[in-house]
């Protein structure tokens, strides 16, 4: 796998699977790669994205010390941190095979609960999530398990897209603990994201939906994706942490605009 990626992202992917072996030796089944490191390319400012699967949900505590330790293992979007953000996902087996929709998630990690996680606040197990999801649509995915992989897990159920009524039933958790903290270009395009599943029950990369999304906003509302969108591809500074009237009220827009979609 080290031949695809930057040496210092596959030490990250690296260091992660080390976390992520060590609290959960006893019940791991896979760990896969997904979202833009394999589907579209990793931009300046790209998460990480991980699927792990295991044989038993784990515990209260478990999951705790985990969501602790990935702290390490992951830098908030922007701060110029050594990891990029990490976004993390773990299912168990008996949960997903056979497929049904939508799966549950019994763990997910990312940078806009690294202040929640700090706080002792930590997410319970729910039903749905984008990584979760991928496997509906066929997202593609790539093994990165020391392990033996089981690339047939999720075969049997993928489909090529989904539904805007059944995207409704991913959106509530996702949508939620995303907005409110979009403080940087990365959110803002996950956010675009949202809005393009919902629209088209497609899946498409950051750039590639704010692209999308920006021909359907307002004239006041467009250059704020533009700069998110230009920041992801690293061709401008992310500034928008600093646009706090700018940014609020283009979340209030996109919220309402997804939230009319899935009515």
Avoid at 94 to 110: D, I, K, N
Avoid at 226 to 247: F, P, Q
Wanted: hydrophobic share 40%; with cysteine; glycine share 6%.
């Amino acid at each position: 796998m080290g031949e695809f990626f930057p040496a210092q992202v596959f030490k990250q992917l690296s260091h992660a699977r080390a976390v992520i072996e060590r609290h959960l030796a006893a019940t791991l089944d896979t760990i896969h790669l997904f979202g833009s490191a394999i589907d579209g390319g990793l931009k300046p400012d790209s998460d990480i994205d991980l699927l792990v699967t295991v044989s038993a949900a784990p515990n209260d505590s478990l999951r705790q010390a985990l969501m602790l330790d990935l702290l390490k293992v992951s830098s908030p979007p922007g701060d110029g941190g050594t990891w990029r953000p990490l976004e993390l996902t773990v299912v168990a087996r008996s949960e997903v095979v056979p497929w049904r929709y939508p799966a549950r998630r019994e763990l997910q990690f990312g940078e806009w609960l690294r202040h929640d996680i700090l706080s002792g606040t930590f997410e319970p197990a729910v039903l749905g999530s984008r990584s979760c999801d991928f496997a509906d649509k066929g997202e593609a995915t790539q093994p990165c398990a020391s392990r033996p992989i089981r690339s047939h897990v999720f075969r049997a159920g993928a489909r090529r897209s989904i539904s805007p009524r059944r995207f409704s039933t991913l959106l509530p958790s996702g949508m939620q603990s995303r907005i409110g903290r979009v403080t940087s270009g990365t959110s803002f395009l996950a956010l675009a994201r949202i809005w393009y599943s919902a629209s088209t029950g497609l899946i498409a990369p950051k750039d590639v939906a704010a692209a999308w999304v920006s021909e359907r906003l307002p004239a006041e509302h467009r250059p704020l994706i533009c700069k998110a969108r230009a920041a992801y591809l690293g061709s401008e500074d992310d500034d928008l942490a600093m646009r706090v009237e700018e940014t609020a009220a283009f979340v209030r827009y996109a919220k309402a605009t997804i939230e009319r979609i899935l009515r």
